[in-house]
T-cell receptor, first 112, second 119 residues
Framework: GENVEQHPSTLSVQEGDSAVIKCTYS??????FPWYKQELGKRPQLIID?????GEKKDQRIAVTLNKTAKHFSLHITETQPEDSAVYFC???????????FGTGTRLKVLA | GAVVSQHPSWVICKSGTSVKIECRSL??????MFWYRQFPKQSLMLMAT?????????EQGVEKDKFLINHASLTLSTLTVTSAHPEDSSFYIC???????????????FGDGTRLSIL
């Protein structure tokens, strides 16, 4: 089955700096890669996603890149703000079953 | 947008009690729903896929008789934790793929989660 690894587990950056979180997946059949932000005790919130036919996608301060050959994808947050502090999860989804397999999460702290 | 409602949001009960958690898609039909468990400071672990009108599909290591899943309608899936013990204490979250989207390539909509504490 699919296995998703995520690094780093914790990340501290100064306000205004960029943050990068990386994930790798094992199943070449996975073709959808969402990123979720989760605040303590709350539901995961989708922040950006990318499909396997695209190499990069950007939405304001957030971007995601995908390298299908290497089976890795990354989340980039620019001009970080304190409200970006949360736990971020990547996931890989199988095209036939809808199933998400989540990465282990990254706790991002943006220092003011 | 698509909304998934989960109830209750918090449950505290004694060891040995069975607890039922409901997951409803409010404005769309969901033939498939997913149940996740999340321990503190850990990731979301997929427990099972709930299929409307048929048996749920459980992930490896998840006890079918312990975590009963029923998906009797297109808008409701329930997870029952039977004879719950303190080690079952966790955050349980359901999700559903939105209706009318490309199969296999769409965001899922998550419920607010249920925090289960077994004393």
């Amino acid at each position: 089955g699919e296995n998703v690894e995520q690094h780093p587990s914790t990340l501290s950056v100064q306000e205004g700096d960029s943050a990068v979180i990386k994930c790798t997946y094992s199943d070449s059949a996975s073709n959808y890669f969402p990123w979720y932000k989760q605040e303590l005790g709350k539901r995961p919130q989708l922040i950006i996603d990318i499909r396997s036919n695209v190499g990069e996608k950007k939405d304001q301060r957030i971007a995601v890149t995908l390298n299908k050959t290497a089976k890795h994808f990354s989340l980039h947050i620019t001009e970080t703000q304190p409200e970006d502090s949360a736990v971020y999860f990547c996931a890989a989804a199988d095209s036939g079953t809808y199933k998400y397999i989540f990465g282990t999460g990254t706790r991002l702290k943006v220092l003011a | 947008g698509a909304v998934v409602s989960q109830h209750p949001s918090w449950v505290i009960c004694k060891s040995g009690t069975s607890v039922k958690i409901e997951c409803r898609s409010l404005d769309f039909q969901a033939t498939t729903m997913f149940w996740y468990r999340q321990f503190p400071k850990q990731s979301l672990m997929l427990m099972a896929t709930s299929n409307e009108g048929s048996k749920a599909t459980y992930e490896q290591g998840v006890e079918k008789d312990k975590f009963l899943i029923n998906h009797a309608s297109l808008t409701l899936s329930t997870l029952t934790v039977t004879s719950a013990h303190p080690e079952d204490s966790s955050f349980y979250i359901c999700s559903a793929p939105g209706q009318g989207q490309v199969i296999g390539n769409q965001p899922q909509h998550f419920g607010d989660g249920t925090r289960l504490s077994i004393l």
